[in-house]
């Protein structure tokens, strides 16, 4: 067996909150998206960018969202939307992977979507082949609408992910996978 099939086996996120400094440089996070883009694009429509969230546009974002948080009193479980915003505030770098996948005559929408997501996954491993920790979360405000504005979101676009990356000395606990028996099966007519 390979290395990346060990690796592949036991890749884990880092929680966010456990991220710290240093996270990658400019060449270094050039590199990641180099290599988070070569993922499968049925049309080259490349249905996915990337934008950067540098510490002071997160600084801006964390109080613009936290004030339209509570202009909507009626949302459930604002302590939790709270952490979910305070979560853009850790790690050293933060990178939004922008879905925009469009009508296309030969190329699902859904096709589209899936491939921003597998954007997502890349990332994750292109952070971990450069020796930093990452997880991949989203929180209330890319569901919002009234959020788009803030995530600078054109339209039609939607965040598939934010990845946030960063160094970490805590130990990652394995979590509960599903057993390979209750997810795969075989058809054979």
């Known amino acids: 067996m390979t290395e990346l099939a060990e690796y592949l086996k036991t890749r884990r996120s880092s929680l966010s909150m456990t991220l710290e400094a240093p996270g990658p440089d400019v060449a270094q996070l050039n590199d990641m998206l180099i290599i988070a883009s070569r993922v499968p694009d049925h049309g080259k429509l490349a249905p996915w960018r990337f934008v950067l969230w540098t510490p002071q ?9 936290t004030k339209l948080l509570a202009d ?7 302590a939790k939307k709270q952490q979910g915003t305070d ?44 020796g930093f920790e990452a997880q991949w979360l989203t929180a209330w405000y890319v ?15 939607a965040v598939a992910g934010i990845i946030h ?18 997810i795969f099966s075989i058809r054979d007519s």
């Open 57 to 65: 546009a997160r600084k801006t974002m964390h109080e613009d969202l």
């Open 72 to 78: 909507k009193p009626d949302m459930p479980d604002p």
């Open 87 to 130: 979560k853009i505030l850790h790690a050293p770098c933060v990178v939004a992977v922008i879905s925009k996948a469009t009508n296309h005559p030969k190329v699902p929408q859904w096709e589209q979507i899936l491939s921003a997501g597998a954007v997502c996954q890349n990332m994750l491993m292109a952070a971990n082949a450069h």
């Open 143 to 157: 569901y919002d609408k009234d959020a788009n504005e803030i995530l600078q979101l054109e339209k039609g676009e």
């Open 165 to 182: 990356i960063g160094s970490s000395s805590t130990v990652k606990n394995e979590r509960p996978r599903p057993e390979l028996g209750d």
